[in-house]
Every structure is written in C-alpha cells, then in structure tokens.
C-alpha cells in the first residue's frame, strides 16, 4: 500500500521529480539537435524585387519577408532576386533568350518550396517588370504545373501611404493563381500582403516606414509558415 503523502513527504520527493523533468527535457534537446536539417533537407523560398531600380527600396522589402521567413524555421534558405537592371521582355509564342534563361533553373529546383514577388507601384499597377517576370514563367506550367500548391507572398512599395499597394498585390496573386499557386496575406498590419510607403526626405530609405516594414515581416513568417505545413514531410 502506498504510504500516505504528507507535506513533508511530497517535499521530500522534490529533488527527484525535478531531476525527471530535468532529463525529460535534456532528451527532447538531444531529439530536436538530432533532428536538425541538413541541406539536403533545406526548402527554398525565392524572394523577387521586380524594380527597375536595383538594390532599392523594393529590394529591402522582399529582403525583410525573407528575413521573417527564416523566422519560422531553420529548415528554410532563402534567396533574394533583384531584377533590377536585367532585360526581360514579356511572353511571346516565339522564344526569346534574355536575362530570364538564368533565373529558370532557379524557378525549377525541385527543393523550391514558394516565393515572395515584390513590385513598386506605377501608375496604380504593377511594374512593367514584374508583369514581363509573371508571364515568362510560362515554361513551369508545361509539361507539368511546377508551381502549383505552393505559396506566393506578394508586397508592393509606393510613394503614398495608400498608392494602390493592395491593388499591386492582388495582380500578382492573380497573374500567381495561373501557376496553381496558393495566395498568402500576412496578419495584422498585412492581411492582403506587405503594404510599404517610401516616403520621406529619403524616398531609398524604408526603415522610418516601421508599420511598412513589419508588415513585410509579417507576411514572410506566414509564407514560411505554409511552406513548412505543405512541404513533404
């Protein structure tokens, strides 16, 4: 028969009911450090700043997704693409050989887990670029939808707190929708996607959008969320 427990007794056992919970959790250290990924287990999120303008604001944007991303998991490499300066034209039936044969391989790794696309706002739309990048992705939707049942992340910059960044965002999702990719928002203060504003004395600097910036944030750590809840296991 189990003796009674008293105060004294309970604190008595104490010491070793601390020392279980003590081993209990060095052993879920040593399973989680066992199971750390390696790089054959890494899943790529490809982040795209489709400005003209390279190394700008649109860049830093995708940049701080991807940081945010990389948040959610160790397993997650991310790469940034800055379109600026490279000459990519718009689909056409007949090939065409420009800037985008290099980005292709990249577009078809099969360790590729989603993207981030970022575009500034011209005009209420889209840039040109970011248009021409949507539709030369035509080769991962034959023979097979390369794309398809991953996610998109999509951020826009302008020079007005609300400069048609919503509307940017839903024309890549849509252009995206083409490929079978999954739309992702972010949460609160980017529920559509990061919605960034380069104003300012210095229209390159970002850092003083702080609402801007974390909405960035915010949407990759989401997108790396569904990265990670639709990889293979």
């Known amino acids: 028969m189990e003796p009674k427990v008293t105060r004294r007794r309970f604190c008595s056992l ?5 020392l279980t919970v003590a081993a209990a959790t ?3 250290s040593v399973s989680s450090t066992a199971a750390e990924p390696g790089a054959d287990d890494a899943l790529i999120l490809l982040g795209v700043a489709c400005s ?3 190394g700008k604001t649109t860049a830093a944007a995708v940049a701080k997704a991807l940081e945010g991303a990389r948040e959610w998991s160790p397993r997650i490499r991310t790469e940034l693409i800055d379109l600026g300066g490279l000459r990519i034209a718009g689909w056409t039936p007949e090939p065409v050989s420009d800037d985008f044969d290099a980005l292709l391989p990249k577009l078809k790794d099969p360790r590729l887990g989603g993207l981030i696309i970022g575009s500034p706002c011209y005009f209420r739309s889209l840039s040109s670029l970011c ?3 949507i ?5 991962l939707r034959d023979p097979v939808m390369a794309l ?3 996610p998109i992340g999509a951020l826009a910059v302008a020079g007005n707190r609300n400069g ?3 509307l940017v965002i839903q024309q890549i999702h849509a252009g995206m929708i083409s490929y079978g990719m999954l739309p992702v928002g972010g949460h609160s203060p980017a529920m559509l996607g ?3 504003w380069n104003n300012g004395a210095d229209r390159d600097d970002l850092t003083k959008d702080v609402t801007g910036m974390e909405s960035a944030r915010l949407l990759g750590r989401h997108v790396g969320e569904c990265l990670m809840r639709l990889a293979p296991k």
Do not use: V
């Open 148 to 150: 398809a049942n991953k």
């Open 26 to 28: 060095t052993a879920a």
């Open 164 to 166: 048609g960044q919503e």
């Open 194 to 196: 990061g919605t960034l």
């Open 131 to 133: 248009k021409a990048f």
């Open 135 to 139: 539709e030369r992705c035509m080769p």
């Open 14 to 18: 104490t010491p070793i009911a601390t």
């Open 52 to 54: 003209p303008r390279r």
